[in-house]
């Protein structure tokens, strides 16, 4: 069965810290995708990278950076000099693409605080 | 670049009612999902649509229905509203003929069921 382990259910840190958002996936599959998602407080879901099961190349993005080890089942996302825009639910996503199906199994998220 | 449309925004009922949850994508999408979103329970899938004409249950799918209307619409009822389906509820779309993409949402729909 897929499943997807966010252990951290609540962050606080004060900004300009960093912080490292956990996730954990079990899949039989071979071929996979996982994804992380934004919510912010206003509660639209915001799609932040997509990383398939074949490219475990870590990536930056800004001061967003995720690191992918498929040794360990993990894809876990690092926030560099957090700001309070940076404050939401993020959740983590993994998709096996069954045919059209590409249903998305969740995380129950992450909430993060960012305070001034 | 409308993206996925979800109507209404906001919606109270009270039990026993019934409502249809509208979603529209302009991205030329073949799949379509509708999820409910319940605190401390993340996403929750209800239907998908893997195509236009099929419809398939997805994790929690007692007490509603679906339809897709045609490729850009999938709605979402509920014949006899109960408190237990408050909750917010997300139609998502995506194009399964490329790997690289994500699924699109649209804002949500905030239901109340009294």
């Known amino acids: 069965a897929q499943k997807v382990t966010q252990a951290q259910t609540e962050i606080s840190v004060v900004e300009k810290e960093d912080v490292t958002l956990d996730c954990v996936y079990e899949t039989r599959d071979t071929t996979y995708y996982l994804f992380w998602y934004k919510q912010p407080p206003s509660g639209e879901l915001v799609f932040l990278i997509r990383?398939?099961?074949?490219d475990e190349q870590n990536e930056i993005s800004g001061r967003y950076s995720w690191n992918f080890q498929k040794s360990t089942s993990s894809f876990n996302f690092t926030i560099t000099a957090s700001q309070v825009v940076d404050s939401a639910v993020y959740f983590c996503?993994?998709?096996?693409?069954?045919?059209?199906?590409?249903?998305?199994?969740w995380g129950l998220g992450t909430s993060l605080a960012v305070n001034p | 670049n409308a993206g996925v449309t979800q109507t209404p925004k906001f919606q109270v009922l009270k039990t026993g009612q019934s409502m249809t949850l509208q979603c529209a994508q302009d991205m030329n999408h073949n799949s379509m999902y509708w999820y409910r979103q319940d605190p401390g329970m993340g996403l929750r899938l209800i239907y998908y649509s893997a195509s236009e004409g099929t419809t398939d249950k997805g994790e929690v799918p007692n007490g509603y229905n679906v339809s897709r209307l045609n490729k850009r619409e999938f709605s979402l009822r509920l014949e006899s509203a109960a408190p237990s389906q408050t909750s917010v509820y997300f139609c998502?779309?995506?194009?399964?003929?490329?790997?690289?993409?994500?699924?699109?949402f649209g804002d949500g729909t905030r239901l109340s069921i009294l």
């Open positions: 990383r398939n099961s074949f």
């Open positions: 996503a993994l998709s096996a693409p069954a045919g059209n199906n590409r249903k998305l199994i």
């Open positions: 998502a779309s995506i194009w399964t003929g490329d790997s690289n993409q994500p699924q699109h």
